[in-house]
């Protein structure tokens, strides 16, 4: 069984950085793709960042050049750098991660969500 845990989020001024981490625990043989996504209320659930195993990044539009995306693979864990954060950033982020497991089972995972307030 493979286990995503997120950690970071809370209340910061517009203008302001937070960091998000995101770390896969169990059973795991490889993770390949790694990202972010966000859902603010009344709002579908959104593309922020991946990251694959190797380091390619994508990043959506609205965050580009403000948000970076990082991960530690000997750690299994994934980040997610917010800088010059907006009213409109304000979201529950989750985590995703693609992989297999010790039993050479694919996986698609999700985090349990971690709020980001941008108070203006």
């Known amino acids: 069984q493979v286990q995503l845990v997120e950690s970071g989020g809370g209340l910061v001024q517009a203008g302001g950085s937070l960091r998000l981490s995101c770390a896969a625990s169990?059973?795991?043989?490889?993770?390949?793709?790694m990202g972010w996504y966000r859902q603010a209320p009344g709002k579908q659930r959104e593309l922020v960042a991946t990251?694959?195993?190797?380091?390619?990044?994508n990043y959506a539009d609205s965050v580009k050049g403000r948000f970076t995306i990082s991960r530690d693979n000997a750690k299994n864990t994934v980040y997610l750098q917010m800088g010059s954060l907006k009213s409109e950033d304000t979201a529950v982020y989750y985590c995703?991660?693609?992989?297999?497991?010790?039993?050479?089972?694919?996986?698609?995972?999700w985090g349990q969500g971690t709020q980001v307030t941008v108070s203006s």
């Open positions: 995703n991660a693609i992989g297999i497991t010790s039993w050479k089972h694919r996986f698609d995972l």
């Open positions: 990251i694959t195993s190797v380091g390619s990044t």
């Open positions: 169990g059973s795991i043989f490889s993770i390949n793709d």
